[in-house]
């Protein structure tokens, strides 16, 4: 690889913060193109490597920050600076070295003639090193396959999280990811990468306490060393590898996590608020919608959970609503399973059950609509020929949508509206759109200017989200309904998909294995940003499990954001609450349990949305300062005062867990049993079958709902009171 040499940096001057339009310091590369730098806060800034040649990306559709109302479809030009604080900064230039700085974070600019360009990030209160670029080649460039790698100094003592849906610890140091979108199935929930999503935001804290975010702004394939390679001649370090992309990255510096990750939710354009029925519990099972006699299995469903009052408040559809035996059919369907979609969707509906149907990006070659859909140009196509890609998809041949083409955008949110909403369901479920085309000729239109799917696959899940948002928000307009705010799922996308949809860890497993690592995957997510998620409860493939693994599950996820129970078992079983009948009342239990404590749950989701704070966090979150919470565990907090701790191994009965220091002396109380327990100190607690350990800061207030009496609890019931601990 080639280092990229400059010549001295050039500093802005003369310009106010607020007249700044262009970046505040610029150095030419000797092979042609510049790296310029420009501060978007006191505790923000960016670094971007023009080409010579003009950007590959040349627009962005994730940096939402200072945008009133939507980014246009086409994206945002990647040079833009619009919308940001730009503050003021102080300059000093001396012996070759160029400093700039804010109140809160200083950086020196090293690079010129032999020497090697190197940027060094500085605390400006403490003093302390932040981020540092590698001394030997930190920005480097491949001419044969346009990658571009950037290194920056490694310490052995630094910790490293985000990189979206990770498997394994949350300390993500000593490994090596990708960021790639795939259709994982089954995946390994300790070492499995890459997973659905492309998310190449890294949160660190330094060894000396302090945190810094880094976002790579690209679409295309990136793959983080966090440790993994070694070599004498350049010291400790950490590397991204940007496949043919840009090189655009933001630094962001934070006293405590909840700074850093507050501004790259910010830069991202922030995190919707959902109807309050979505977070209720919902059902799915691809083995009730595929099953011959679909309809009468539906009804069947209803009525069970009306018999053994099971608190619910969606049902998601699973794909076979639209399958003729293993094919799928996006936007149709069999009517030999459905004689009568309206009617079983009214009962659904009358049973207080809102609807989600499961839709996919990609048509089979024998698909009704799609030779008029080839016709219309409206497929991912290859370069070469102009033809649509064709490419093995569910069981047969198929071409996946160009969401940047607009008759593509067109005929999905017209069929979304005739064969979804129309026939009853509330929300679209936008699935199976890692867009894992192997066509390296293939491309997407982008509005005419011909983009490479290597540097636009993640682009068409946010596309294809976006526009099934949008759908729903002009039928609900249509319908009067503007009040409600709309809802939607996408397993896939990059940053952005935040601003429109709850997501998810996946084709999970069942295992015990899967019930502890899923725990960490949801922390992961939202300290990368993505804050509406969950885990498919029971474990989507594999076996069925037993009932203690069931019960457990339940349990685990019961207070995560998102509770959907979802399987694919062989024989057509599915996951339902009442499959073990001697848990079934413990079952109940804990779905109850999230129902009784719905306001504060939601309360949560306010915070989230307004505050761009994580729902579920790791302890440290909340308690950046006690050493103890940045050792691997087993418990979460759920906002700012709920610690949960869910039993996550076979048999255990006894749970020794570690409680964070309060402040003010203050201890945990344990929710069940008001029992007090020291902060700061690890304790043994009882965990029988049927309990959850749910632990109170001392001195919280936690508004509880409680249905009417008789009636089975609802998303929507009431405060019954505020309890005080």
Request: proline content about 7%; glycine content about 8%; charged content about 20%.
């Amino acid at each position: 690889m080639n280092p990229l040499m400059t010549s001295a940096w050039t500093p802005a001057h003369g310009a106010s913060a607020a007249e700044r339009t262009g970046p505040d310091a610029t150095a030419a590369f000797t092979t042609g193109g510049a790296l310029q730098l420009s501060f978007l806060s006191p505790t923000m800034a960016r670094v971007t490597l023009v080409p010579a040649q003009g950007f590959r990306e040349p627009h962005t559709w994730a940096i939402a920050q200072g945008f009133s109302g939507e980014l246009p479809w086409a994206g945002r030009p990647r040079n833009a600076l619009n919308g940001f604080e730009r503050p003021a900064l102080s300059l000093s230039q001396a012996e070759g070295l160029t400093t700039l700085s804010t109140d809160r974070l200083s950086v020196s600019l090293q690079g010129g003639g032999n020497s090697p360009l190197r940027l060094h990030w500085v605390d400006a209160a403490s003093g302390k090193t932040v981020l540092e670029d590698r001394p030997t080649s930190a920005y480097l460039q491949e001419r044969r396959t346009g990658l571009v790698r950037h290194c920056v100094v490694r310490d052995p003592q630094e910790h490293y999280f985000g990189l979206g849906d990770k498997t394994g610890p949350l300390n993500l140091h000593g490994r090596r990811l990708r960021c790639l979108g795939q259709d994982a199935l089954g995946y390994d929930p300790q070492n499995g990468d890459p997973l659905y999503k492309h998310w190449p935001f890294v949160l660190s804290r330094t060894v000396d306490g302090l945190w810094v975010g880094l976002y790579y702004d690209t679409l295309a394939t990136c793959t983080f060393d966090l440790g993994c390679e070694h070599d004498n001649y350049h010291g400790f370090f950490r590397t991204v590898d940007i496949d043919d992309g840009d090189l655009d990255y933001y630094v962001m510096l934070g006293r405590t996590p909840a700074e850093v990750v507050a501004q790259f939710v910010a830069l991202i354009g922030g995190t919707h608020l959902p109807p309050r029925w979505s977070l209720g519990y919902a059902q799915t099972a691809m083995g009730l919608a595929d099953a011959p006699d679909a309809q009468h299995q539906l009804d069947k469903f209803i009525d069970e959970c009306a018999r053994h009052r099971i608190p619910i408040s969606s049902f998601h559809y699973g794909s076979g609503y639209s399958s003729r035996g293993k094919q799928r059919y996006v936007f149709t369907w069999n009517h030999d399973k459905f004689p009568d979609p309206k009617a079983i969707n009214r009962k659904f509906q009358s049973h207080g059950m809102r609807l989600v149907a499961n839709i996919k990006p990609c048509l089979l070659d024998d698909h009704p609509a799609y030779s008029s859909l080839n016709a219309q140009h409206a497929f991912i196509e290859d370069h070469a020929t102009g033809q649509a890609v064709v490419e093995p998809y569910w069981d047969g041949q198929g071409s996946h949508l160009d969401f940047t083409r607009p008759q593509a955008v067109a005929w999905w949110q017209e069929q979304l509206q005739r064969q979804v909403l129309d026939q009853g369901i509330d929300a679209g479920w936008n699935d199976n759109n890692e867009y894992a085309i192997q066509n390296e000729d293939a491309y997407s239109d982008a509005w005419g200017t011909a983009l490479p799917m290597h540097r636009s696959r993640p682009l068409h899940a946010l596309l294809m989200t976006r526009a099934t948002f949008e759908a729903q928000q002009a039928h609900a307009a249509s319908q009067g309904q503007q009040g409600e705010p709309v809802f939607t799922v996408t397993r896939a996308g990059p940053p952005g998909l935040q601003r429109y949809a709850q997501t998810w860890s996946g084709d999970n497993t069942t295992s015990w294995a899967t019930l502890k690592w899923n725990l960490r995957t949801g922390l992961q997510m939202s300290l990368s940003g993505m804050f509406n998620v969950g885990h498919d409860v029971g474990g989507f493939y594999g076996p069925l499990p037993d009932p203690e693994l069931f019960l457990r599950w339940v349990q685990a996820c019961c207070l995560n954001p998102r509770m959907v129970m979802n399987s694919w078992k062989d024989g057509g079983i599915s996951n339902l609450p009442w499959m073990h009948a001697e848990v079934t009342d413990a079952v109940r239990e804990a779905i109850a349990l999230r129902y009784r404590l719905m306001p504060y749950l939601w309360d949560c989701f306010e915070q989230a949305a307004q505050k761009h704070v994580p729902i579920i966090r790791p302890t440290f979150f909340n308690f950046p300062d006690d050493p103890q919470c940045l050792a691997d565990a087993d418990e979460f907090m759920l906002g700012d005062s709920l610690l949960v701790s869910p039993v996550l191994e076979e048999g255990q009965r006894e749970k020794r867990l570690y409680l964070p220091q309060l402040s003010d002396g203050r201890c945990w109380v344990d929710f069940e049993t008001r029992q007090t327990l020291a902060s700061g100190a690890w304790h043994t607690v009882d965990a029988p079958l049927t309990r959850l350990p749910l632990f109170v800061a001392q001195g919280a207030q936690i508004a509880v709902a409680a249905a009417a009496p008789g009636q089975v609890p609802r998303h929507d019931d009431p405060v019954a009171g505020v309890l005080q601990f």
